[in-house]
């Protein structure tokens, strides 16, 4: 579609306040389409022979990981969480809270604070840099497990975005610490906990450097509500209301934009997919009207619509920048393929 026809992104126009969970759930909307953006692949704009700022609803609709939805969802679940804790949502910085003063109570008595990290990540220019400098730069500091000195969060998470295979070349106490999701910490506090964020109980794994789990309330046994520490991994854990909490609000957000890229990639929908809200169907068909529209200016609707500067609200989930590193990817240079030729079958 040429930039001349393009459709203007404007999600609903309110005369009057919204909500505050319909705010949310543009917000968690927000959340998963970055998830989704952040999945794109150099090999996918080359596909594509498009620049990711121009790619559309429609592109990314067309590659979605539907049928992987599993995958996606965990990816969404982490954008989610670490947004909610930038965003000062109270459902998720309380428990997050709790969870983090059990392990490490001399942690400040401030606001919660989020660092996303993840190897497939530490690969883009600036990345690893940026998240040592908003962790606090040369004073940041990494509380192991065990008792002890703390590590200088700059002298190993540059290794330990290197995966597994950086494990030979980190202390035993932060061994596992390259499975980190977020590094969580509070407002003017140099001190970060690694956690892992998991949208499936029976997927948690701990390890020698991971301090906190961030996981769904579920029917598991040994899945408790609230926050509590877990004896198999070591870790604790701070287990999200579902349904009446953030989770019921995930949950909807995420099977509203996945049923929509359903519609518009023409992807049959998992017979497991639940029918969102009536006010997640609204989202929901706003996206399938914007198929033509780019991805980016999506998500800067979402996050307008997501805006916080309404009189009489007391909670909600913020605007939330997204991060340089989100945009870094380009389009991948032309590739020149051989012929493709099969030898003969006897």
């Not at 929908?269 to 200016?297: C, H, M």
């Amino acid at each position: 579609m040429s930039r001349t026809t393009k459709p203007t992104v404007t999600f609903i126009q309110q005369k009057g306040p919204v909500d505050e969970y319909g705010r949310a759930l543009y917000a968690i909307s927000r959340s998963v389409l970055r998830a989704l953006i952040d999945s794109l692949s150099n090999e996918d704009l080359t596909d594509f022979n498009t620049p990711i700022e121009d790619v559309t609803l429609r592109q990314l609709a067309k590659i979605a990981r539907v049928d992987l939805d599993k995958g996606m969802r965990g990816d969404g679940f982490e954008w989610a969480v670490h947004e909610a804790l930038l965003g000062s949502e109270p459902t998720v910085c309380e428990m997050v809270y709790r969870a983090m003063k059990r392990a490490a109570p001399k942690l400040r008595d401030e606001a919660p604070t989020s660092l996303m990290f993840g190897q497939e990540r530490a690969k883009y220019l600036g990345f690893m840099d940026a998240t040592i400098d908003q962790a606090g730069g040369d004073e940041a500091l990494l509380l192991p497990t065990g008792s002890g000195r703390p590590f200088r969060f700059a002298n190993y998470i540059p290794t330990a975005a290197q995966g597994f295979r950086a494990e030979d070349h980190l202390p035993d106490r932060i061994k596992k610490v390259w499975k980190t999701d977020l590094f969580l910490s509070t407002e003017d506090d140099s001190r970060h906990l690694a956690a892992t964020v998991k949208s499936n109980f029976g997927l948690l794994e701990g390890g020698n450097g991971l301090r906190v789990a961030i996981v769904p309330e579920s029917t598991h046994p040994s899945n408790q509500s609230g926050v509590y520490f877990d004896q198999k991994s070591k870790l604790w854990v701070a287990s999200l209301a579902d349904p009446n909490g953030f989770m019921g609000l995930f949950n909807d957000g995420y099977h509203a934009v996945m049923r929509a890229l359903c519609s518009i990639g023409k992807q049959p929908k998992p017979p497991y997919f639940v029918k969102p809200s009536a006010k997640a169907q609204k989202v929901q068909d706003q996206l399938e009207k914007f198929a033509g529209a780019e991805v980016l200016e999506v998500e800067a609707a979402l996050d307008e619509a997501a805006q916080q500067n309404l009189v009489g609200v007391e909670k909600a989930l913020v605007g939330v920048n997204a991060p340089n590193w989100l945009r870094m990817k380009t389009l991948a240079p032309k590739i020149i393929s051989p012929k493709p030729s099969f030898v003969r079958l006897d």
